[in-house]
Each structure stands twice: as C-alpha cells, then as structure tokens.
C-alpha cells in the first residue's frame, strides 16, 4: 500500500509563511491534492492537481510537488488558518490521506 | 448550491449491520463520481469507497473490503453504504464526499463534503 508521511505539527508566527510537507514514494508523479479541516467541520479543499486553488481560497496558499516530497505554503499566515491539513493522492484506485498536520499560528 | 446531506449514523453492537445514505442536490449526481470518507475521533482522514457516476465501478478500502458495500440512486440522487460486521474500529464520523470529476477520467479531489454521520459500535 502506498504511505504519505506528514509532520503531526507545525507552527507558524503571525504573518509569516508555513509549510507543511507531505512525503511519498516519488509522489512527484502524482496529483496531489491538500484539505484543510478546522475543529468540527468538514474537510474543504484547498489546493487540487498543482498548482490550482478554488475560487475562494485566498492565493496565500500554494504548493509544490517534486521527488518524494509535496508541499503545502501558506504566507502571511492569520490566525484564521489555524487547522488540521490533510495531503492525499489516488494510488491504484485507491485514495490515500497522509497523517494529518495541525498548524498553529502564534 | 451544491449540498450533501448524511444520515443513519448511530449506536450499533459490535457484529452488527447500519446503512447509511447521503442525498445530494445542486448539481447533476450522475456525472460525478462519489465517496464515503471516514474520520475516527480525534484521528486523521480514512478514504473508505469510491462509485463511479454509472455506478459500474466499486472500490473499496482494504480496511472494509468484504463487509462495506457502496452503492448509488441516480435517480433519487442519493448514495448509500451497507456496512457489515461492524467493530469498534469503524467507530468515526462517515463523510459523504463529490469527486470534482468522475474517478473514471483521472485522479479527482474531493470537492464538496457532507458534514458527516457518527457511527459508533458498541456493546
């Protein structure tokens, strides 16, 4: 089965940028697609297929993918993207959620 | 308005069977492929199942292969899951998830999500 590794935490100052990484066996192949997901709500969707954002997540946030490893980038972070962000991919037909990370903007 | 509403979650013994159901509205159910997407309490996300928008094509999670059926109503816009021989483990929130395009055509994201249905399996 295929494995995505997150960091269960990050931390980010009021402002700045944070990333959160996703690691995968040459995950640079695939699509990878990231959701954020606040205390008692569902997932929403906010970065799909790289580099495309819906229309309402605010361009702060972006990604890369390359080699093993994909990254979530969100700058000039606000208190408002505190969160849990999910990484995940198809792989054989089968989705895939890596671990989760909880970002914390202090 | 794209809403996807879930509904027969609840208390069920270990062994026991619970179907669930997602009815979905603002778009047109049958060009999209669908999911159930499960969340234990206070862990990460868990794909469980995946139909394409014909219906034809079933894929499943190794974790509930064999006792999970997914199925789907195109014409009453509702999507189901039968689950067998619960276990403790399946406790979780159950979302039911749109693929933003058919799983037939690619490697889609969950674009739209119900706010979820507790299963919890206890004696």
Same mark, same amino acid.
């Given at each position: 089965?295929?494995?995505?590794?997150?960091?269960?935490?990050?931390? *980010?100052?009021?402002?700045?940028?944070?990333? $959160?990484?996703?690691?995968?066996?040459?995950?640079?192949?695939?699509?990878?697609?990231?959701? =954020?997901?606040?205390?008692?709500?569902?997932?929403?969707?906010?970065?799909?297929?790289?580099? &495309? #954002?819906?229309?309402?997540?605010?361009?702060?946030?972006?990604?890369?993918?390359?080699?093993?490893?994909?990254?979530? &980038? $969100?700058? #000039?972070? =606000?208190?408002?993207?505190?969160?849990?962000?999910?990484?995940?991919?198809?792989?054989?037909?089968?989705?895939?959620?890596?671990?989760?990370?909880?970002?914390?903007? @202090? | 308005?794209?809403? @996807?509403?879930?509904?027969?979650?609840? +208390?069920?013994?270990?062994?026991?069977? @619970?179907? @669930?159901?997602?009815? /979905?509205?603002?778009?047109?159910?049958?060009?999209?492929?669908?999911?159930? *997407?499960? =969340?234990?309490?206070?862990?990460?996300?868990?794909?469980?199942?995946? $139909?394409?928008?014909?219906?034809?094509?079933?894929?499943?999670?190794?974790?509930?292969?064999?006792?999970?059926?997914?199925?789907?109503?195109?014409? #009453?816009?509702?999507?189901?899951?039968?689950?067998?021989? +619960?276990?403790?483990?399946?406790?979780? *929130?159950? !979302?039911?998830? #749109?693929?933003? !395009?058919?799983?037939?055509?690619? !490697?889609?994201?969950?674009? !739209?999500?119900?706010?979820?249905?507790? *299963?919890? /399996?206890?004696?």
């Amino acid at each position: 089965s295929y494995d995505l590794t997150q960091p269960l935490s990050v931390s *980010v100052a009021l402002g700045q940028t944070a990333s $959160i990484s996703c690691g995968g066996n040459n995950i640079g192949s695939k699509n990878v697609h990231w959701y =954020q997901q606040k205390p008692g709500q569902a997932p929403v969707l906010v970065i799909y297929r790289h580099p &495309t #954002r819906p229309s309402e997540i605010p361009e702060r946030f972006s990604d890369s993918n390359s080699g093993n490893t994909a990254t979530l &980038t $969100i700058s #000039r972070a =606000q208190a408002g993207d505190e969160a849990d962000y999910y990484c995940q991919v198809w792989d054989s037909s089968t989705g895939v959620f890596g671990g989760g990370t909880k970002l914390t903007v @202090l | 308005e794209v809403q @996807l509403v879930e509904s027969g979650g609840g +208390l069920v013994k270990p062994g026991g069977s @619970l179907r @669930l159901s997602c009815v /979905v509205s603002g778009f047109d159910f049958s060009a999209y492929s669908m999911n159930w *997407v499960r =969340q234990a309490p206070g862990k990460g996300l868990e794909w469980v199942s995946c $139909i394409s928008g014909g219906g034809s094509f079933r894929y499943y999670a190794d974790s509930v292969k064999g006792r999970f059926t997914i199925s789907r109503d195109n014409a #009453r816009n509702s999507l189901f899951l039968q689950m067998t021989s +619960l276990s403790a483990e399946d406790t979780a *929130v159950y !979302y039911c998830a #749109r693929n933003y !395009y058919d799983i037939l055509s690619g !490697y889609p994201p969950f674009d !739209y999500w119900g706010q979820g249905t507790l *299963v919890t /399996v206890s004696s």
